[in-house]
């Protein structure tokens, strides 16, 4: 599943193509909204939240689409020809110099600009949206209401702060020093929050991903990805296995020297 840097990166490019333009063409291709008609309508922004994407239009209607594992949105010209075959396409969105395509998007729904909460109100604090102190507070406060959840698990939970994929989970529990599957009531929790926004934050900007600072094709993880080969900072063998059950299994990354406690 995308991280919510490529979610909120997607969401500015689509800002800047769409963004105070006028839609000539509207198709979504979903049982529930193939009848919908938007042409007419002008695209007041695309904005995100955690990993929910939100393009609003005039007359006050949102369509939210969320990527998933295997979703994606392009930018053609008019007359482009398509990377992705046609049947995947789930919205298409053209103003006069773009066209805005959806494959395979997942949770489409349209609604009342006002009744955006009901979609989105459930997820904590975004890491990608306006940070204050209490929104950091509000975080720290979610993430340790359940002092008994695996760390690695905690960090994917949506509900706790949105944004951070297994990606930055493998990253940022390396950088706190704790296994993946140490307690919640066994991290600082602020570091952890803090560190996931951090590491979001520079990259929400750019499509090549790097956590550690190095340069150099391999350098750009700690651990994620990096299985069998010698941790960065003390040349023990980095570890995977599975972490979380049925649809939560996610592949965990970790170096049991620089992240001592509970191994899968």
């Not at 306006?130 to 690695?152: H, K, M, N, S």
């Amino acid at each position: 599943m995308p991280e919510g840097d490529t979610v909120f990166l997607t969401g500015r490019r689509l800002n800047e193509a769409l963004a105070g333009k006028t839609l000539l063409r509207a198709d979504l291709r979903h049982p529930r909204l193939s009848t919908v008609d938007l042409a007419g309508r002008d695209v007041r922004e695309v904005a995100t939240v955690g990993k929910h994407i939100l393009t609003r239009f005039s007359g006050d209607l949102t369509l939210r689409s969320h990527l998933r594992m295997d979703g994606s949105w392009h930018l053609y010209r008019p007359g482009e020809r398509w990377k992705r075959p046609g049947f995947q396409a789930r919205v298409l969105l053209e103003v006069p110099d773009r066209v805005a395509v959806g494959f395979n998007l997942h949770d489409l729904d349209l609604v009342p600009t006002d009744q955006e909460d009901g979609l989105v109100g459930h997820l904590g604090p975004d890491l990608l949206g306006e940070w204050t102190p209490e929104a950091e507070a509000e975080a720290v406060r979610r993430l340790t209401a359940q002092p008994d959840q695996e760390i690695g698990q905690a960090l994917l939970d949506q509900r706790i702060m949105a944004g951070v994929g297994n990606v930055y989970k493998c990253e940022v529990c390396f950088l706190i020093g704790a296994s993946p599957w140490t307690k919640v009531s066994g991290v600082d929790p602020v570091k952890a929050v803090q560190l996931s926004r951090k590491l979001l934050l520079a990259n929400a900007k750019t499509p090549f991903r790097n956590t550690t600072g190095f340069v150099g094709r391999g350098k750009e993880s700690w651990v994620y990805g990096r299985a069998g080969r010698p941790c960065f900072r003390c040349g023990t063998k980095i570890r995977l296995a599975d972490q979380g059950d049925g649809v939560q299994e996610r592949p965990t990354y970790w170096c049991p020297s620089c992240q001592p406690g509970p191994i899968a």
